[in-house]
């Protein structure tokens, strides 16, 4: 099997210090591929990067209607969030309304991902608890699954738990392919994380996007679910990452989410077009300035959004003493397309 092309690198001085791998595929909801580079056949793990397609069991289980889920819950029940205050309180929030608290959620803990939450929760003495964990939003959603279909919620991170069951099912309908037994592990915060070609989750999120080859009720709900994260980026992720930062600067036009390991996924959503970026060696920072390269390239941005991805596209490389002594940069592939 022939290497990935390099589509990112990282320059010290005025030599290429590093070369980063990967593949990238741009699909219509047709299946159509507008644009692709490397083997996007090869399976990968998503990760976080569709955290809006586990959602979708929300709404196939009918917890939305059960618990009247804001479009704020629904932003979080997607999200990556970063532990700040309005995190928390959302999280919290979301699950008081269901009669749920921390304790009931399976994720574990971390410390806050943004420096000044983490900063104030030690000056406050506090020990970080599971609703900071990056994914306690998605954990809330898939509480609701379970309190929906009347199961018991405990262990619903267990991939035979009916809950898990539902989120797996999500997935399959939206990417149109089985996720496999023998290709499965475990996620950081404690659910399955099934692997599929790249090409199936750009695919899934055109699905998405424009609601075709999908139920009535599949595309309300993908419809939501975009229309929530992209109202609500802070929700998503936190502040100044590149997630809240594209879904503002585009004002609902992209839906942009990124997964462990490098792997980036999203829909340009006017053009009911669905992308996916795996960088081969898990460097998020390459990945962030191929995505860059990619939505210059297919997003049709204005000036403004322009100058934002032209800065992601090419990021700084400081040392210790914060002199910029390099860049990470989208490399030669973007530049032909």
Not at 1 to 14: C, H, I, S, T, Y
Not at 90 to 101: A, D, K, T, Y
Not at 200 to 206: C, D, I, K, L, R
Request: charged content about 25%; proline content about 4%; hydrophobic content about 40%.
């Amino acid at each position: 099997m022939d290497a990935n092309p390099v589509l990112a690198e990282a320059v010290r001085g005025n030599w290429v210090e590093n070369r980063h791998r990967g593949a990238f595929a741009v699909i219509d909801a047709d299946g159509r591929i507008i644009a692709s580079a490397g083997d996007i056949e090869r399976a990968i793990f998503p990760r976080s990067a569709i955290k809006s397609m586990q959602a979708l069991a929300i709404f196939s289980e009918h917890a939305d209607e059960k618990f009247h889920h804001s479009g704020e819950e629904l932003a979080l029940a997607c999200a990556s969030h970063h532990g700040e205050d309005e995190h928390v309180t959302g999280v919290s929030r979301f699950l008081e309304r269901m009669g749920l608290g921390v304790d009931d959620l399976e994720c574990g803990a971390h410390q806050p991902t943004n420096p000044a939450a983490r900063k104030a929760l030690r000056a406050r003495g506090e020990q970080p608890s599971a609703l900071h964990n990056n994914c306690s939003g998605k954990h809330s959603g898939m509480l609701s699954v379970a309190l929906a279909m009347g199961v018991d919620p405990h262990g619903y991170v267990e991939r035979e738990h009916p809950v898990q069951k539902r989120v797996r099912a999500a997935i399959e309908t939206v990417i149109g392919e089985p996720l496999s037994e023998d290709r499965c592990g475990t996620d950081g915060c404690s659910i399955p994380t099934f692997a599929a070609p790249l090409r199936a989750f750009a695919y899934g999120f055109a699905r998405m996007a424009t609601g075709q080859r999908l139920e009535a009720e599949q595309a309300t709900a993908a419809r939501r679910l975009f229309d929530a994260a992209t109202a609500h980026p802070h929700l998503v992720s936190g502040t100044g990452h590149p997630d809240e930062t594209i879904m503002k600067a585009f004002k609902g036009r992209v839906m942009q989410k990124v997964g462990a390991e490098a792997v980036q996924c999203g829909a340009i959503r006017d053009k009911g077009w669905g992308y996916a970026i795996k960088c081969d060696d898990g460097n998020v920072t390459a990945s962030q300035t191929m995505l860059a390269a990619l939505l210059l390239q297919f997003a049709d941005p204005d000036d403004e959004q322009r100058r934002m991805l032209e800065a992601l596209k090419r990021q700084p490389i400081k040392n210790v003493r914060g002199l910029v002594v390099g860049e990470m940069r989208a490399a030669e592939p973007f530049h032909g397309l």
